[in-house]
C-alpha cells in the first residue's frame, strides 16, 4: 500500500512537471510534428488492418447468430455498427496502441533515461518531463480520435464487404442497417472515451520510462509494465465511463 501511494505520488507530481509552462513555443512545435508522425500516423497501418477484419468477423458473426427467417437482415448492420461505434473500434484501438505506441514511449524515455541524456538535459536548465513528454501528451490527444474515427469507418467497409462476398446480407440491406435508428451521441462517446484512454496510455507508459532505474534489462522491463498497467486501466476506465455516459 506504500509502496502504491508512493508511486502515485510520483505520478502526480511528473504530471505537474509535463504540463508547467513551455519554454520554447518553437522547439516544442518541432518536438511534437514528430511525434504527431511517429505516434500518430505511423499507427494508422495497424489499425486499418485490425479493423477491418474486426468489421468482417463482427458481420459473420453477426448473420450467423441470426439466421432465424423472424429476424430482418438489416439488424446485422445495425448491430455491426453499434458494436464497432461502442466498443470495438475505442477500446480494441487503445488495447492496440497500449502496446504499440506504449511500449515506444516507454522503452525510448527508458533508454534516454540510463544514457543520462535526461540528466544532461537538466543539468542545462531545461524542464526534461515537459520537453520530452507534453508533446507526445499534445499528439496522441489529437491524433487518437482521429484514429478511431478510421477504426470506425474501415471497420464499417469490412462489415460490409464480408458481409456482401459471403452472400450473408444484401449490399442494400446492410447499408439500410447502419443509417437505422443512429443516435450521433454514440460518436461522441467513442471519441471521448478515446481521449481518456489516450491519457492513460500516454501518462502511465511516460512514467514508466522515465523512472527508469539500472541499465537495459530495466528499460524493458518498465516497457513491459507501461502496456500491462496502461491495458488494465483502459478496461477499467472502459466499465467506468460506460457506466456515466450511457446511464
Known sequence: ?????????????????????????????????????????????????????????????TAYNTENPIYPTYLIGLGVRDSILLEFSSTI????????????????????????QIDALEIMGVNSASYLILPKFVATLFFNPILTL?????????????????????????????????????????IIKTLVFAFIITSVSSFQGYNVEGGALEVGRASTKAVVY??????????????LLLS
Do not use: C
Request: proline share 1%; glycine share 10%; net charge positive.
Open 93 to 116: 484501438s487503445a488495447l492496440i496502441l497500449a502496446g504499440k505506441v506504449g511500449s515506444n514511449i516507454a522503452s525510448e524515455l527508458g533508454t534516454m533515461r540510463v544514457t543520462e
Open 150 to 190: 478510421i477504426s470506425i469507418s474501415v471497420g464499417i467497409v469490412g462489415g460490409w464487404l464480408a458481409g456482401t462476398t459471403a452472400g450473408v446480407i444484401t449490399s442494400e440491406d446492410f447499408i439500410y442497417g447502419i443509417q437505422y435508428s443512429f443516435i450521433p451521441y454514440y460518436v461522441t462517446y467513442a
Open 1 to 61: 500500500m506504500i509502496r502504491f501511494l508512493s508511486q502515485l505520488g510520483n505520478y502526480i507530481l511528473l504530471l505537474k512537471k509535463v504540463f508547467s509552462k513551455p519554454e520554447k513555443a518553437q522547439v516544442y512545435y518541432r518536438q511534437t510534428m514528430h511525434e504527431l508522425v511517429f505516434l500518430g500516423f505511423n499507427s494508422v497501418g495497424i489499425i486499418a488492418i485490425i479493423s477491418f477484419f474486426m468489421g468482417a468477423v463482427i458481420t459473420l458473426q
Open 230 to 243: 496502461s491495458s488494465v486501466l483502459i478496461l477499467l476506465f472502459n466499465v467506468i465511463l460506460t457506466q
